[in-house]
Structures are given as structure tokens and as C-alpha cells.
T-cell receptor, first 112, second 110 residues
Framework: DADVTQTPRNRITKTGKRIMLECSQTKGHDRMYWYRQDPGLGLRLIYYSFDVKDINKGEISDGYSVSRQAQAKFSLSLESAIPNQTALYFC???????????FGPGTRLTVL | GQQVMQIPQYQHVQEGEDFTTYCNSSTTLSNIQWYKQRPGGHPVFLIQLVKSGEVKKQKRLTFQFGEAKKNSSLHITATQTTDVGTYFCAPMGSARQLTFGSGTQLTVLP
């Protein structure tokens, strides 16, 4: 969905490096989410934010941090990347009227 | 979050056959959403079910929410190659966050 964009789309990095994944949206939604997807495990929630001053841990927040710089921007950081953080990362926003979530195209991260 | 078991994990069908995926929970769900993810793509919202016993249809897709709100299903009639992808159920928690099931990967053989 072009309304939710993620950068970069692909990233290869080394163990111990700091990585930031960025998400921007033009839908005007207050709620934003970060998920990771691993084969056979579906999507797991890392962090979510219901407005600029609200940050909440999800199911698997250890090793990750987030920043909500503005209503439209929500960044995910890996302070010191490790190989088991190799995954596909999705950002999403949600429509408060019906809770529908809109996903970005994903960032494929490989940690060597 | 709300935990669900989604089955089967994989399903191969011949084009024209029907397909069903199931989500089961040990606890009562407030509501449940369904998403489809095409190969190489991102999840796309299909529907939200809220009421006990609710049945909703979208063309060849039929969604059901159990009477006890502990299970849900997605049924596709006469599958087509465009139905290929992974289907996820996702119950909503008290903070309006979603917990995704592990998904059912559907392959449609022409």
C-alpha cells in the first residue's frame, strides 16, 4: 500500500551493528505498529504506538527500541543486531473506525 | 495477547476445489480479523467479525465467528489461482492490538 512506506526495503548488516528501520504514512492514522515475520510463525508484534506520546511494548520487544517522531513517522531500532533478528519487518497503521490495519511493503533484514 | 491455533498450516487444492482454514482459541475473543498475504507481499485486511455466530460473505469467501466466540473460519468456494497466498486470523486484544495466528498457506494447482 503506497500510503505506508518503509525504508530500506532490504538491508544486510553484521552482528553488533546498530540498525534503524523507518516507516512513514500518509493515511493520517494515530496508531502505528511494528511486526516481525518469520517463516511458520506468522507476524509477531514488537511495539505499537497510539499517538506521538504513547509507546507500548508488544510480544517480542527485547532487543528493539522505537521512536515516534511525528504522527506520520515511526522508527524501529536494533541497538546491536544479532543473527536471530534476521526476519521480514512490517510497519502498519490502523483505522480507528474499524481497526483495519494497513501494512507497508516490508523490510527484509539479514544479520550476518 | 489472545492466542489462537490456526489449522491447517499448509493446504494444496486443485483449482475449483473448496478450501477452509480454522482458528481456535481457548478463551473468548472480543473480535477477530482475517488477512491475506500474497507470496512476496504484505498482509491485506479482508474482514472483521465481532458478533457471536456472525457470518459474512465476500464473493466466494465466507467468514464465520463461532457462537461462543472461541473459533472462526474462512471458507473459499471454487478456488482460483488468484486465491494463492497465506491467510491469517488475528484476534484483537484489550488494547486493540492484534495477535496473528501462524497462518494457512494455500496453494492452488491449475
Amino acid at each position: 500500500d503506497a500510503d505506508v512506506t518503509q525504508t530500506p526495503r532490504n538491508r544486510i548488516t553484521k552482528t553488533g551493528k546498530r540498525i534503524m528501520l523507518e516507516c512513514s504514512q500518509t493515511k493520517g492514522h494515530d496508531r502505528m505498529y511494528w511486526y516481525r515475520q518469520d517463516p511458520g510463525l506468522g507476524l509477531r508484534l514488537i511495539y505499537y504506538s497510539f499517538d506521538v506520546k504513547d509507546i507500548n511494548k508488544g510480544e517480542i520487544s527485547d532487543g528493539y527500541s522505537v521512536s515516534r517522531q511525528a504522527q506520520a513517522k515511526f522508527s524501529l531500532s536494533l541497538e546491536s543486531a544479532i543473527p536471530n533478528q534476521t526476519a521480514l519487518y512490517f510497519c502498519a497503521t490502523s483505522d480507528p473506525s474499524n481497526n483495519e490495519q494497513f501494512f507497508g511493503p516490508g523490510t527484509r533484514l539479514t544479520v550476518l | 495477547g489472545q492466542q489462537v491455533m490456526q489449522i491447517p498450516q499448509y493446504q494444496h487444492v486443485q483449482e475449483g476445489e473448496d478450501f477452509t482454514t480454522y482458528c481456535n482459541s481457548s478463551t473468548t475473543l472480543s473480535n477477530i480479523q482475517w488477512y491475506k498475504q500474497r507470496p512476496g507481499g504484505h498482509p491485506v485486511f479482508l474482514i472483521q467479525l465481532v458478533k457471536s455466530g456472525e457470518v459474512k460473505k465476500q464473493k466466494r469467501l465466507t467468514f464465520q465467528f463461532g457462537e461462543a466466540k472461541k473459533n472462526s473460519s474462512l471458507h473459499i468456494t471454487a478456488t482460483q489461482t488468484t486465491d494463492v497466498g497465506t491467510y491469517f486470523c488475528a484476534p484483537m486484544g484489550s488494547a486493540r492490538q492484534l495477535t496473528f495466528g501462524s497462518g494457512t498457506q494455500l496453494t492452488v494447482l491449475p
